[in-house]
Nanobody, 125 residues
Framework: VQLQASGGGLVQAGGSLRLSCAVS????????MGWFRRAPGKEREFVAA????????YYADSVEGRFTISRDNAKNTVYVQMNSLKPEDTAVYYC???????????????????WGQGTQVTVSS
């Protein structure tokens, strides 16, 4: 499984961006697809996740109500629409795939086996 993240950029506070994660290789409905981010000097943190099959969705409290994760199974692509962006959303964003999805583990990067290369999001104040 290979993941290719794109869509990052520079945006002013209050603006929007949509990140995409193109997935190649074989995946299964049991997979969870997650977005994580790492800001300078900080640990990698969970942003959002969605399962390929049922479409179960999870958000970090910090993005709930502002970010929307979705998937297009036909295109093998996962998206995160980011609205009302804040300077504290500045980070490198990574998409990842967890083949052993569990509602208990979906928030933790160590359970994700496959990772994309990251895309930079910078929000200016």
């Amino acid at each position: 499984v290979q993941l290719q993240a794109s869509g990052g950029g520079l945006v002013q506070a209050g603006g929007s961006l949509r990140l995409s994660c193109a997935v190649s290789g074989r995946t299964f409905n049991s997979y969870a697809m997650g977005w994580f981010r790492r800001a300078p000097g900080k640990e990698r943190e969970f942003v959002a996740a969605i399962t390929w099959g049922a479409g179960d969705i999870y958000y970090a409290d910090s993005v709930e109500g502002r970010f929307t994760i979705s998937r297009d199974n036909a295109k093998n692509t996962v998206y995160v629409q980011m609205n009302s962006l804040k300077p504290e959303d500045t980070a490198v964003y990574y998409c990842a795939a967890d083949p052993t999805y569990s509602s208990r583990t979906v928030y933790y990067p160590r359970y994700y086996r496959y990772w994309g290369q990251g895309t930079q999001v910078t929000v200016s104040s």
